[in-house]
């Protein structure tokens, strides 16, 4: 099972661009690489996903080098509205879609300031 | 379109009793997940569901039970309630095995 190693917290200024690094050293052949977005009080809300190089979509960047042993988050320009826990999520689908390896880490507990 | 919706929304029991908690989705998605999250972890996942009739036990299924008879519905049940299962149960949805999870607001559960 690939296991996720992420920054406990970080904090950053409104208009900051942040970056959250996940580490992912046994990633297998089929995982893919998802990320979320938690606020207290609420379920996890997806923010992107993705499986190698870069990908972007309106609200972040993912940034996956070639031996994807770890993936970049990349907030732009943040405020103070994505103060938030975003986790990292590796896995991948076995045959028959077994989805056994849906294993969540602690997460990043991000905190912007005025 | 509500999305994935989860009643009650808070709950206590007491050792020993037993419930169900609930979880609908009207997005006719046919994966769905019950996860419990501790406080200041991260997710785990209890049961989920690839389809109507289909069920399989994630990473912590002890102490819980699930069935899925249609798409929409992916009850959650406690049979004997113990301390250990005081936590914040996430259900969640999606279409296909990849992609998004749609995440309900959360069953928070206390047990003394």
């Known amino acids: 099972l690939a296991k996720t190693t992420q920054p406990i917290s970080m904090d950053s200024y409104e208009g900051q661009e942040v970056n959250i690094t996940c580490s992912h050293n046994?990633?297998?052949?089929?995982?893919?690489i998802t990320w979320y977005q938690q606020f207290p009080s609420q379920g996890p809300r997806f923010i992107i996903q993705?499986?190698?190089t870069k990908v972007t979509n309106e609200v972040a960047s993912l940034f996956i080098p070639a031996d994807r042993k770890s993936s970049t988050l990349s907030l732009p320009r943040v405020s103070l509205s994505d103060t938030a826990v975003y986790y990292c999520?590796?896995?991948?689908?076995?045959?028959?879609?077994?989805?056994?390896?849906?294993?969540f880490g602690k997460g990043t507990k991000l905190s912007v300031k005025p | 379109n509500a999305g994935v919706t989860q009643t009650p929304k808070f709950r206590i029991l007491k050792i020993g009793q037993s419930m169900t908690l609930q979880c609908t989705q009207d997005?006719?998605?046919?994966?769905m997940y019950w996860y419990r999250q501790d406080p200041g972890m991260g997710l785990k996942l209890i049961y989920y569901?690839?389809?109507?009739?289909?069920?399989d036990k994630g990473e912590v299924p002890n102490g819980y039970n699930v069935s899925r008879s249609t798409t929409e519905d992916f009850p959650l049940r406690l049979e004997l309630a113990a301390p250990s299962q005081t936590s914040v149960y996430f259900c969640?949805?999606?279409?296909?095995?990849?992609?998004?999870?749609?995440f309900g607001d959360g069953t928070r559960l206390s047990i003394l």
């Open positions: 969640a949805s999606r279409q296909g095995a990849r992609g998004a999870q749609h």
């Open positions: 046994n990633i297998a052949t089929n995982d893919y």
């Open positions: 993705g499986y190698k």
């Open positions: 999520l590796v896995a991948g689908v076995n045959y028959g879609g077994s989805q056994g390896n849906l294993i």
């Open positions: 997005m006719n998605h046919n994966y």
């Open positions: 569901s690839v389809g109507a009739g289909i069920t």
